[in-house]
């Protein structure tokens, strides 16, 4: 007799355990959030985004749960009962609310269920005249089976709809799908294969059915709460679209079709979309719930029949099944626009079936399933009279069934018309049919991807080059780049890691300012690498929680090489280096020359925001922060920045334990009261939780700068942003999945504070405009920026590549040669290694053609689709005034240029030359074929590659010799210089120079 009061009380305990739980877990995560953006000064746009998102959610869960209650409670009331009797053979009647039968009650006796039966059976005729067709069990089960599955998937895509859409996608290269492209039906697939892959789908499909059947009202309102929570995260994670609706900045364009402000495309369209995934998943799960609440009503399955669909049931359902006729017309109102992004037929964007066939087609399917619509809910005020005889004739139903006729038959003959036009009429006169929107797609693919912005100049190489051009270029010269990232970082790894737990993630280019006085400067060319901790480095005995999260809490310096120089033995020779060999005045790093301490101020190089700092840390602790190695002992250090949330009680030691799941952060005796805990110190994840709308580069790069108010940490991060959206219409996206792009945002980071700060790049982009009204305290203007960060900005390499691919057809303005593809372009081949892959954008220090002073480039060449030689290359410019500019240098097409794939053949096919990199290809070393660089100089071309050696083992390639390529000489040396002067001053030519010269290929 104990056991069960015992029972229930643990199952009470149990339950306010787990409510606990979960509410100090969600409070947990709220409060950090505010505690996190207070730190970062940023707290008024995690307000502003959780207000909308809270006032999304509120407004739909509450407009659907009604929606769907009100429903539920009429089906409810107009549902079949049943009347149960004890002892009888028949035991349940069905009836109706309105009926002379009061609720099922056990308590009515034999003689008045008698009679009952009795008065039903003799008006079973008359009740069957004013209700549809009795519907026999294999037709039931069948419908009710279906009805289970279709709310099933439909509960499953929307959950799969929420879950994409609350993930935070920052890289710029991540999934950022068009919103309707993922509702695109249902189609053939492998039903074995499918059970395989997706048995949480199978298993949750067969327990929503189950609990439908067996318990139907109880299944029937999980159904209901689960959609109307879907339905509203769903809208509440496009808050973001939402925002920008209410504070649209119009375009300088019109779509060509429509003749809209590309504004509509970009913030209205979306919020249109959003509204039909919402009301067609509503209008549609609350249809099928309501279906199956009358299918299962009156003991139907029990019975093995369902009485009939009343008249009241009926015209409910007329007003449904209206309902969701009204979202079909929405949508296909919606894909009057959607055309202007197709992908059929040569044009990405409307084209000529689309236009003259698709639209017309969805203009008339829009109208014709509103007016089904209309019907549909007239018919629901006042009732269907042929559905209230028995015997109904084919005419009659075929009458009933017209309005749905005519909708899929003009679905099914408007797509084939298209197709077959598109087939037929366009496919064999494609040209003449296809020149108008191909001319659209041509401009609004330039526009969406800044290209008609290039300035386009002539480059008519002459190939006049003096010594005294050389002198007049040299600092030209003095920066071509010899080493590259790779190189450099195999160096690093080998040389400058000191400890297993540090690592060089990546190597960067830059440049920067080196002299002592203003006469003596000049702009260096560098590769700057920055000294990070990886804590996974850490060897397994020494990875206990206090080593991870209180010893091991930064990275400690960089490395410095300038990109054309070459130490001792063939290694880069470094500006900075190594660590615990210099003084406190050059942060105890490694300097090779007063000149370098003078013009890079290092400071104190710690770095606690970086790449590869993933992990929590806690700071100003008992436990000394290990700073770095200095010989056979460690030196530590604590930290003093104004970076991290300080833990200054209990309650926020229980709160972080719990957000983060440490309980050793409670138990813990290494606190003091001024120790700080410091999260989110990965770059991405830092600046992708503040400002999630934008997106962002894959290479944050690290500067050194002395900043105004700083006396000690110089060390910062570079982070590109950019505003996207896949909605440009007739914009080709290529391979990415957005069709506009705009380098809008340079984000700086404090990589010992981990400050954030957001730098408008780009004040015309309409997108950046629309996010400075919402968040006007977010962005500030670039000139805020501190001058000798400014100095270091740079062309995002990924957006000039984005920029670069889509230049290689939409440089052809004509359609007509567009479509032949007659001036197709491609990006030319090299050898890296013993490998051919395509030639990467390359930075460069180098005057152009047409200017008067060296600049901060970034170049990329180019090659004809069908042949070898040098097209075309463009530039991006970096510096000053001119940042953003971009231009594209024409070579004359009836002049022969070598390209980079020809002049590899000529290096690999000389005979003298390639015998001697066979020779040094012998056993335990291998010759790595570097970079080849295309380096204009007034009206001439240089061709530079640098050949390295490596080990096959422990790789620490050395620069082994430079072959130069100019005009009809190639020239192998063991210097650059040494190159140029066998071509310039022969007199002075090196012995160890290999000349040869370029024969026809």
């Not at 289970?148 to 920052?170: G, P, T």
């Not at 068009?178 to 059970?195: A, C, D, R």
């Not at 209410?246 to 003749?259: N, R």
């Not at 806690?618 to 010989?631: A, H, I, N, W, Y």
Request: hydrophobic letters at 40%.
């Amino acid at each position: 007799m104990k056991i069960k009061p015992l029972a229930i009380n643990f199952l009470r305990l149990f339950a306010i355990v787990l409510i606990l739980l979960v509410v100090t877990r969600i409070a947990a995560i709220f409060i950090i959030e505010i505690l996190w953006f207070k730190e970062v000064n940023y707290l008024s746009i995690l307000i502003k985004k959780w207000q909308t998102q809270a006032t999304l959610f509120i407004i739909v869960f509450s407009i659907s749960s009604l929606y769907l209650w009100v429903n539920l409670y009429i089906a409810n009331r107009w549902q079949w009962r049943w009347f149960r009797l004890k002892g009888l053979i028949r035991n349940t009647i069905p009836y109706l609310k309105k009926s002379d039968l009061k609720r099922n009650n056990d308590k009515y006796d034999n003689t008045l269920g008698k009679t009952y039966i009795y008065n039903y059976k003799l008006k079973e005729q008359t009740l069957n005249k004013y209700n549809s067709r009795i519907i026999q069990l294999s037709l039931l089960l069948f419908l009710v089976f279906a009805c289970c599955l279709s709310l099933a998937l439909i509960v499953l895509y929307y959950a799969y709809l929420v879950f994409d859409s609350w993930q935070i996608e920052s890289s710029l290269f991540g999934s950022f799908p068009k919103i309707l492209s993922n509702f695109k039906g249902i189609y053939p697939i492998n039903v074995t294969e499918y059970l395989q892959n997706h048995i949480r789908e199978v298993f949750f499909i067969g327990f929503l059915t189950g609990i439908i059947i067996f318990s139907k009202r109880f299944g029937l309102t999980v159904a209901t709460i689960m959609c109307s929570v879907l339905f509203s995260l769903l809208v509440a994670s496009n808050w973001s679209s939402v925002l920008q609706f209410y504070h649209p900045t119009a375009f300088d364009y019109y779509d060509p079709e429509f003749a809209n402000n590309i504004d509509f495309y970009i913030f209205i369209f979306p919020i249109l979309e959003i509204i039909f995934l919402w009301v067609n998943g509503l209008f549609t799960t609350s249809f099928i719930i309501i279906f199956l609440t009358y299918l299962l009503s009156g003991n139907s399955l029990s019975e093995g029949r369902f009485p009939g669909f009343s008249i009241t049931q009926i015209r409910h359902l007329f007003f449904l099944s209206g309902m969701v006729m009204l979202s079909v017309g929405l949508y296909h109102w919606l894909n009057r626009y959607n055309i202007l992004y197709s992908t059929r037929g040569v044009v990405y964007g409307a084209g000529f079936a689309d236009i003259k066939i698709q639209l017309p087609v969805e203009f008339t399917l829009a109208f014709t399933a509103t007016a089904i619509a209309l019907w549909l809910l007239f018919k629901s005020l006042t009732g269907y009279k042929l559905l209230h005889k028995k015997i109904v004739s084919r005419r009659k139903i075929a009458l009933f069934l017209l309005p749905l006729i005519i909708y899929f038959s003009l679905l099914f003959y408007g797509n084939l018309g298209s197709w077959i036009v598109q087939r037929f009429s366009v496919q064999p006169n494609e040209l003449a049919k296809e020149k108008t929107y191909l001319e659209r797609n041509i401009e609004m693919t330039r526009q969406a991807f800044g290209l008609d912005l290039i300035e386009a100049k002539i480059f008519n190489p002459k190939n006049q080059l003096t010594i005294a051009d050389i002198k007049n270029n040299d600092l030209t010269i003095d920066n071509i780049r010899l080493w590259d990232t790779r190189p450099i970082l195999a160096t690093n790894r080998q040389l400058q890691q000191i400890r297993p737990y540090y690592k060089f993630l990546d190597a960067d280019i830059d440049r920067y300012i080196l002299g002592e006085t203003d006469e003596n400067q000049e702009k260096q060319q560098v590769i700057i690498a920055a000294r990070e901790l990886d804590y996974n480095l850490v060897p397994n005995r020494a990875k206990t929680w206090v080593n991870k999260h209180l010893v091991y809490t930064h990275g400690y310096g960089f490395t410095l090489s300038p990109v054309t120089t070459v130490s001792e033995g063939g290694l880069p020779y470094y500006y900075v280096k190594d660590i615990g060999t210099g003084n406190e005045e050059t942060g105890n790093l490694n300097v090779s020359s007063p000149t370098i301490r003078n013009s890079i101020p290092i400071g104190k190089p710690r770095i606690y925001y970086g790449e590869l700092t993933n992990n929590y840390v806690m700071t100003s602790t008992k436990v000394k922060e290990l700073d770095f190695p200095s010989g056979d002992t460690n030196i530590y250090n604590t930290y003093k920045g104004d970076g991290g949330i300080k833990l200054s009680n209990y309650g926020l030691r229980f709160l972080f334990a719990n957000y983060l799941q440490d309980l050793q952060i409670i138990f813990t005796q290494n606190f003091t009261s001024e120790t700080k805990i410091l999260i989110r110190r990965n770059l991405l994840e830092r600046v992708s939780n503040i400002a999630p709308f934008l997106r962002y580069d894959r290479d944050p790069y690290l500067v050194v700068a002395e900043t105004e108010g700083e006396t000690e940490h110089h060390l910062y991060w570079i982070l590109d942003a950019y505003t996207t959206s896949n909605y440009y219409p007739y914009s080709d996206p290529g391979d990415n999945d957005f069709n506009y792009i705009r380098n809008s945002v340079k984000v700086v980071i404090d990589a010992y504070d981990g400050d954030v700060n957001f730098y408008i790049a780009d004040a015309e982009d309409p997108i950046l405009t629309t996010w400075s009204k919402v968040f006007p305290q977010l962005f500030q203007p670039l000139s805020q920026m501190p001058t000798n960060l400014r100095r270091h900005i740079r062309y995002p390499e990924d957006l000039f590549s984005i920029q670069s691919e889509r230049l290689l057809g939409y440089h052809m303005r004509d359609p007509q040669v567009f479509y032949n593809r007659e001036d197709q372009w491609q990006i030319p081949q090299e050898i890296y290694g013993s490998e051919s892959r395509t030639v990467e954008p390359y930075y460069l220090i180098m005057k152009l053609p047409t200017e008067k002073k060296e600049e901060f480039i970034l170049l990329h060449p180019y090659t004809p689709i069908s042949r070898p030689n040098l097209i075309a290359w463009l530039a991006a410019r970096s510096d000053g005034s001119e940042y953003g500019k971009l231009l594209l240098y024409n070579f004359p097409k009836q002049k022969l240029v070598y390209g980079p794939n020809q002049i590899e053949a000529l290096i690999n096919q000389d005979p003298v030359i390639s015998q001697q990199i066979t020779l040094w290809n012998r056993e335990g070393s291998r010759v790595i074929q570097g970079n080849l660089l295309v380096i204009p100089i007034e009206e001439s071309l240089l061709y530079v590659e640098p050949l390295y050696i490596e080990a096959e083992k422990n790789s620490l390639p050395t620069l082994a010799r430079v072959i130069l390529v100019y005009e009809n000489k190639i020239i192998m040396a063991e210097t650059l210089q040494k190159a140029i002067d066998a071509i310039f001053t022969p007199q002075k030519n090196n012995d160890t120079a290999i000349v040869r010269p370029v024969e026809e290929l």
